[in-house]
């Protein structure tokens, strides 16, 4: 669930050659060099146990990797866990972002003018215990079976609709994906309906890594394999090799994982470095504790104690202040640019924001300096002012300054927001402020965890003064994704997202604005841009009387472009998102911060997850507590 430098950009343009570009969702630093000084002196060396402290996991699709659409899921998966047929370098910068082959021998060149692509798989790549086999194309292609089960919930599914086949096998009307074919067990060949160049960053998501069947095959409701997962990376969860496989009713979650407390992971016995490349994964701790911590406060003491080497929560601004103006602490404070949004979401199926004046009216009155203060200020990521980061649109100058609702200081402009919400049908006494009974106790979702709980009241206060009451629900992270993801549960409005690329496009943003995309259960396009009729009717919904508005022909339009033609046109979508269908308050193009305890002796930043890249960091246990 992540801004892109020219080295990325000459990749991607070669594939781009190949075919049309497509579909696509998730975070670094303009130099791409590593930063593997964790503030101590030791050398990295391999052992000890690496410890993370969060606050939740705040995972959304049980922690299973057909469906999970998190993006410190997709690092923990792609750095530890398991491996897909292609894959990232996990550093920072441009380099963090170049598609690579993982259990793929090579990256082909695509055949069948760009509709053939044809894998050779590594030998020697084995499952961790208790399965204890060999990877073999089958358990590939199994992972596309699960993707187009209705019932696993693939929440990011969409991109494999180009397979040859996969609409027949969704529909149940075929018992195999004719699209994919194993002529043996180290061969995989895909066959799409058109080209799609960027086949080969759409295979570093996990959904598509391996799955073995005679376990997976017992999970096939959404999220449940995630408490069985069985590795193909250097790590598994610990525990795994107690699971009796026997049969699907003789197995039991694995210890090592439990989704309110923690996730251990040790090494994989069966893992062969010879299969691998330090480049892509070090593997230098024993193993690894996520440990859930409520107390956000004792998280960032324990890490500053030693007792924790970083957290997946963002630095506390008062602590962020200390470190970085501490000559002796600030290279353990890190700020790395995020290929990511945070965004306020407004339900265009939903009234009052059915009308695009009201939602006009929310952005020129939203204060985003007060909710980039709540973060913690100008650290924390550059105020947002459209869609997608700028670095997503390599070559083009069109959002150059752009701004439709640039007020001073970016502190929002009350008159024009009165005058938006005079032109709307919910201020039927035209005074600027909302009269309807729409405007009241409107359904408002945010986490409940700081700094969003700090934005709370600055939403509520800029809201009320255009007429808009909010009955606001705060969920811990995992449970407010999930219930904004469920169409039913009728969300009018939310603080609680944020989105980064899936891959290095900003195509990769506009599949949250793809009617066709739109999931009763597991949706993240949570505005329901492109919502029809009969999908309303489908999910049980009242559909607005005016319609909702659609971007699915620009969608398509762009997706056909190459070069800067297509970061032109991604751009001109961006801004008719922001002035035309209006379903976003984009506030902050966020930074992720980390801060290192004493004991980390190396350190990277992942620019695919958006998070600390697992594969290489390191500790030294004689510093830890």
């Given at each position: 669930?992540?801004?892109?430098?020219?080295?990325?950009?000459?990749?991607?343009?070669?594939?781009?050659?190949?075919?049309?570009?497509?579909?696509?969702?998730?975070?670094?630093?303009?130099?791409?060099?590593?930063?593997?000084?964790?503030?101590?002196?030791?050398?990295?060396?391999?052992?000890?146990?690496?410890?993370?402290?969060?606050?939740?996991?705040?995972?959304?699709?049980?922690?299973?990797?057909?469906?999970?659409?998190?993006?410190?899921?997709?690092?923990?998966?792609?750095?530890?866990?398991?491996?897909?047929?292609?894959?990232?370098?996990?550093?920072?910068?441009?380099?963090?972002?170049?598609?690579?082959?993982?259990?793929?021998?090579?990256?082909?060149?695509?055949?069948?003018?760009?509709?053939?692509?044809?894998?050779?798989?590594?030998?020697?790549?084995?499952?961790?215990?208790?399965?204890?086999?060999?990877?073999?194309?089958?358990?590939?292609?199994?992972?596309?079976?699960?993707?187009?089960?209705?019932?696993?919930?693939?929440?990011?599914?969409?991109?494999?609709?180009?397979?040859?086949?996969?609409?027949?096998?969704?529909?149940?009307?075929?018992?195999?994906?004719?699209?994919?074919?194993?002529?043996?067990?180290?061969?995989?060949?895909?066959?799409?309906?058109?080209?799609?160049?960027?086949?080969?960053?759409?295979?570093?998501?996990?959904?598509?890594?391996?799955?073995?069947?005679?376990?997976?095959?017992?999970?096939?409701?959404?999220?449940?394999?995630?408490?069985?997962?069985?590795?193909?990376?250097?790590?598994?969860?610990?525990?795994?090799?107690?699971?009796?496989i026997t049969s699907c009713k003789t197995m039991k979650p694995i210890s090592g994982f439990n989704p309110t407390k923690q996730l251990s992971l040790?090494?994989?016995?069966?893992?062969?470095?010879?299969?691998?490349?330090?480049?892509?994964?070090?593997?230098?701790?024993?193993?690894?504790?996520?440990?859930?911590?409520?107390?956000?406060?004792?998280?960032?003491?324990?890490?500053?104690?030693?007792?924790?080497?970083?957290?997946?929560?963002?630095?506390?601004?008062?602590?962020?202040?200390?470190?970085?103006?501490?000559?002796?602490?600030?290279?353990?404070?890190?700020?790395?640019?995020?290929?990511?949004?945070?965004?306020?979401?407004?339900?265009?199926?939903?009234?009052?924001?059915?009308?695009?004046?009201?939602?006009?009216?929310?952005?020129?009155?939203?204060?985003?300096?007060?909710?980039?203060?709540?973060?913690?200020?100008?650290?924390?990521?550059?105020?947002?002012?459209?869609?997608?980061?700028?670095?997503?649109?390599?070559?083009?100058?069109?959002?150059?300054?752009?701004?439709?609702?640039?007020?001073?200081?970016?502190?929002?402009?009350?008159?024009?927001?009165?005058?938006?919400?005079?032109?709307?049908?919910?201020?039927?006494?035209?005074?600027?402020?909302?009269?309807?009974?729409?405007?009241?106790?409107?359904?408002?979702?945010?986490?409940?965890?700081?700094?969003?709980?700090?934005?709370?009241?600055?939403?509520?206060?800029?809201?009320?003064?255009?007429?808009?009451?909010?009955?606001?629900?705060?969920?811990?992270?995992?449970?407010?994704?999930?219930?904004?993801?469920?169409?039913?549960?009728?969300?009018?409005?939310?603080?609680?997202?944020?989105?980064?690329?899936?891959?290095?496009?900003?195509?990769?943003f506009m599949v949250l604005f793809d009617g066709r995309n739109i999931l009763p259960t597991g949706n993240s396009g949570y505005a329901l841009v492109?919502?029809?009729?009969?999908?309303?009717?489908?999910?049980?919904?009242?559909?607005?009387?005016?319609?909702?508005?659609?971007?699915?022909?620009?969608?398509?339009?762009?997706?056909?472009?190459?070069?800067?033609?297509?970061?032109?046109?991604?751009?001109?979508?961006?801004?008719?998102?922001?002035?035309?269908?209006?379903?976003?308050?984009?506030?902050?193009?966020?930074?992720?911060?980390?801060?290192?305890?004493?004991?980390?002796?190396?350190?990277?930043?992942?620019?695919?997850?958006?998070?600390?890249?697992?594969?290489?960091?390191?500790?030294?246990?004689?510093?830890?507590?």
């Amino acid at each position: 669930m992540r801004p892109r430098k020219k080295g990325t950009w000459a990749l991607l343009g070669a594939l781009v050659l190949a075919g049309s570009l497509g579909l696509a969702a998730c975070g670094g630093d303009d130099s791409g060099d590593s930063d593997t000084d964790g503030g101590g002196d030791t050398a990295a060396a391999k052992g000890g146990i690496y410890r993370v402290g969060t606050t939740d996991f705040g995972f959304n699709g049980g922690f299973d990797p057909s469906g999970e659409y998190l993006g410190w899921a997709w690092g923990l998966y792609s750095n530890l866990l398991t491996r897909q047929l292609t894959g990232y370098r996990h550093t920072e910068g441009a380099a963090g972002s170049e598609v690579l082959p993982d259990l793929a021998e090579a990256i082909p060149e695509a055949t069948d003018g760009g509709t053939t692509w044809t894998f050779k798989i590594k030998k020697g790549v084995k499952f961790a215990p208790p399965v204890n086999r060999e990877v073999t194309s089958k358990d590939i292609a199994y992972a596309f079976e699960r993707i187009g089960t209705g019932s696993v919930v693939a929440q990011y599914g969409f991109y494999y609709n180009d397979i040859v086949g996969m609409a027949e096998f969704k529909d149940g009307k075929a018992k195999t994906i004719a699209g994919i074919t194993t002529p043996d067990d180290s061969t995989i060949v895909f066959k799409t309906t058109k080209p799609v160049g960027d086949f080969p960053f759409r295979l570093a998501m996990p959904a598509t890594g391996p799955f073995p069947k005679e376990v997976a095959g017992c999970f096939t409701k959404a999220g449940e394999y995630g408490r069985y997962l069985i590795a193909s990376g250097p790590y598994m969860i610990k525990g795994s090799d107690a699971l009796d496989i026997t049969s699907c009713k003789t197995m039991k979650p694995i210890s090592g994982f439990n989704p309110t407390k923690q996730l251990s992971l040790v090494r994989n016995p069966n893992y062969d470095a010879a299969t691998d490349s330090t480049e892509r994964r070090e593997a230098l701790p024993d193993g690894f504790e996520f440990i859930i911590n409520t107390n956000d406060k004792d998280i960032f003491d324990k890490i500053e104690a030693g007792e924790y080497e970083d957290s997946v929560d963002a630095v506390p601004p008062d602590v962020a202040r200390r470190y970085s103006g501490d000559d002796a602490l600030k290279d353990r404070l890190k700020g790395n640019q995020d290929d990511r949004t945070n965004y306020i979401y407004m339900n265009l199926a939903e009234a009052p924001f059915d009308d695009v004046n009201v939602r006009k009216a929310v952005n020129w009155i939203m204060d985003k300096d007060a909710l980039r203060k709540a973060w913690g200020g100008p650290f924390y990521g550059e105020i947002a002012t459209h869609i997608a980061p700028a670095t997503l649109y390599p070559g083009s100058t069109a959002l150059d300054g752009y701004d439709p609702y640039a007020t001073e200081n970016s502190a929002g402009d009350l008159a024009k927001a009165q005058e938006a919400m005079k032109a709307s049908a919910y201020d039927t006494d035209k005074d600027g402020v909302c009269d309807a009974d729409a405007c009241k106790d409107v359904l408002f979702m945010n986490r409940s965890i700081d700094p969003y709980v700090k934005m709370t009241p600055i939403i509520r206060d800029a809201l009320g003064k255009i007429g808009i009451t909010v009955k606001v629900r705060e969920l811990p992270t995992g449970p407010a994704y999930e219930s904004s993801g469920v169409i039913a549960n009728r969300i009018q409005a939310g603080s609680n997202a944020g989105w980064g690329k899936d891959y290095p496009d900003a195509s990769t943003f506009m599949v949250l604005f793809d009617g066709r995309n739109i999931l009763p259960t597991g949706n993240s396009g949570y505005a329901l841009v492109g919502l029809t009729a009969a999908q309303a009717k489908e999910f049980k919904i009242d559909y607005p009387k005016g319609g909702v508005p659609s971007v699915d022909a620009d969608i398509d339009k762009c997706s056909e472009e190459v070069g800067n033609a297509r970061s032109d046109c991604w751009a001109a979508l961006d801004k008719k998102l922001m002035e035309e269908v209006v379903p976003w308050v984009p506030y902050l193009h966020v930074n992720n911060t980390t801060l290192l305890g004493p004991a980390v002796t190396k350190w990277d930043y992942d620019q695919f997850s958006g998070e600390a890249a697992y594969a290489h960091v390191a500790v030294d246990p004689s510093k830890q507590k």
